[in-house]
């Protein structure tokens, strides 16, 4: 007799996202769906089926029928964005499906707490699927269950940034990387820890997980070496040796080099003097740490700027660059080829530009200081602001459309929609609509005044970029074309000149600066 093969899958049906708020207490709720809960305002002690849990903004809980979640006499309240769901299992048998809506749920999808790395982008993902169902007619329901699933098998399948392993074979020898780090390891040790090739390990390692088995492994010494740094009364030589390095000289050379500052320096990083060297506004980003920059300078020659002038300045820069006497020094790559002079002063740590990635970049600068919690908590509220401001615009506008556009003093720029910071905040996180035509196969479009067509917009933010270079005039010469009178922004008085959105918007408080403007003139 042939016995019976039986196939289960998993799904999760969206049913709505709300905000919630839960007052004070004390108050008892019991739980009767499948909830995910992300915390955005309230902080104080709960119970979870009787476990004591303490509840802080930027967290993500699962809560599932029959749970009882109980709020003490003390307790302030919460405010939260409730995403309910129904997880289902689907059984095939014989061609026939049937479904059950109960499913065990495991892996990292348990109950209670969940651990995050990335808040924002959690709660990103709950605020589209909320923008998404709320107010449509033609709303999708498949979309909605695939932006569903995508979050819970994000959650479940949870790893580290760029690990991603799905052979269990390169997942032995990862394991064990991690259980004898301090220790020789050799690429054989490691082939046969896989049950491989010397040969296959290493191909099959750098498909899997975008490395080199050496490069994971001084990846996963270099985070051990950053948990041991960070315990107090901690010695370089005794972590290098614990981490597996029998050189401290070697070790802090490979430590700067992967983490950007000396050992020494990381042991104190929340404590350093820190200066900034840039032309993206860096020292914003220590502002919104909440880290105060001893001096903030920025050696870029900028057009216009007549040579003597220049040099005067930088003179006087450099000066007091050098009395500020900083410990650590942030420099963006524009400033790259002053690195060996910056050294001079203090340890310089150059940051690039991967991919025009802001929030990249301000998560680096937060780790070199100890600030990671302060700067994804600043990034998750920017997200809640973000949607709080898309949903006033969307009311404003009435299908309005915008047009972005910086006049310097040899072209006039028109933004595309994405590309850029700016262009992904205003047309991606906000969801303007932007002015015709689109420029989609660039972050900006560059022409003379001459050859500008007639822009389909109602509304019009113009930057004027260098102005000692001459935007001016340039913007003049755009005034004088017969393309600039068929705007309808024009025609209609509405176009604004601003600040320069596009050095703000690689900041948290130049976004939220952006939205601000945005609020006042879009009326």
């Known amino acids: 007799m042939m016995s019976r093969k039986i196939q289960s899958d998993a799904i999760y049906l969206f049913s709505s996202v709300r905000k919630r708020t839960c ?37 993500l809980y699962l809560l599932v029928p029959g749970m009882v979640v109980e709020l003490p006499h003390q307790s302030e309240g919460f405010e939260y964005y409730g995403l309910f769901f129904q997880p289902l299992t689907l059984l095939k048998e014989s061609g026939m499906v049937t479904a059950s809506p109960y499913v065990s749920l495991s892996g990292g999808f348990l109950p209670g707490r969940i651990q995050i790395a990335q808040p924002q982008q959690i709660l990103q993902s709950i605020l589209h699927m909320q923008d998404s169902s709320r107010n449509r007619a033609d709303k999708d329901p498949l979309l909605l269950r695939l932006l569903l699933e995508q979050l819970i098998h994000r959650l479940i399948k949870s790893k580290p940034a760029g690990d991603t392993r799905s052979d269990d074979r390169i997942d032995r020898s990862i394991a064990f990387m991690e259980r004898n780090y301090p220790d020789k390891i050799s690429i054989a040790q490691l082939a046969v820890a896989a049950g491989m090739t010397t040969a296959a390990y290493s191909g099959q390692f750098r498909k899997m997980t975008g490395q080199t088995p050496v490069e994971l492994l001084n990846d996963i010494r270099m985070n051990k070496a950053k948990e041991l740094l960070s315990q107090e009364h901690s010695r370089v030589k005794e972590v290098a040796s614990l981490v ?13 080099r992967m983490i950007g500052v000396p050992p020494k320096l ?16 860096f020292e914003q980003y220590l502002h919104d740490i909440g880290v105060k920059p001893v001096y903030a300078a920025d050696f870029f020659h900028y057009p216009g700027v007549e040579q003597p002038m220049y040099e005067d300045h930088s003179r006087q820069q450099w000066e007091e660059l050098a009395r500020s006497a900083p410990d650590l020094i942030i420099a963006d790559e524009y400033h790259s080829g002053f690195r060996e002079r910056l050294k001079e002063i203090a340890p310089t740590v150059v940051i690039d530009l991967p991919a025009w990635d802001w929030r990249k970049n301000f998560m680096r600068i937060a780790s070199l200081l100890g600030r990671e919690k302060v700067a994804d908590e600043a990034l998750a509220r920017l997200v809640f602001r973000e949607a709080s401001v898309k949903q ?23 933004q595309g929609t994405s590309g850029h910071p700016l262009n992904e905040l205003i047309y991606g996180e906000l969801g303007l609509p932007p002015g015709l035509p ?17 822009l389909n ?14 935007s001016e005039s340039m913007f003049l010469r755009l005034m004088q074309t017969s393309a600039w009178s068929g705007i309808p ?4 008085g509405a176009v604004h000149e601003v600040e320069n959105w596009f050095a ?6 130049g976004r939220q600066y952006i939205m601000d403007r945005l609020l006042e003139l879009c009326v």
């Not at 769906?33 to 509840?55: N, S």
């Not at 929340?270 to 993206?280: D, I, T, Y």
């Not at 420029?439 to 003379?448: F, H, I, Q």
Request: aromatic share 10%; hydrophobic share 40%.
């Open 23 to 59: 007052g004070s207490g004390p108050r008892t709720y019991k739980i009767a769906v499948h909830v995910l809960c992300f915390v955005t305002e309230g902080e104080g002690v709960i119970r979870l089926d009787g476990v004591l849990c303490k509840i802080r903004p930027f967290e």
């Open 244 to 256: 597996g390095f029998s050189s401290e000289f070697y070790f802090s050379r490979m430590f700067q």
């Open 266 to 281: 990381y042991t104190r990083r929340e404590k350093l003097k820190v200066a900034v060297v840039s032309s993206l506004g």
């Open 392 to 414: 006033l615009l969307r009311e404003r506008l009435h299908g309005r459309r915008i047009t972005l556009m910086q006049v310097n003093h040899r072209t006039v720029g028109i």
């Open 438 to 454: 689109v420029v989609t196969d660039s972050w900006r479009s560059e022409l003379l005044p001459e050859s500008l067509p007639v």
């Open 457 to 470: 917009t109602e509304l019009l933010f113009v930057h004027k970029h260098h102005l000692l270079a001459g």
């Open 489 to 492: 922004a024009v025609r209609d």
């Open 504 to 509: 703000m918007s690689w900041t948290p408080s």
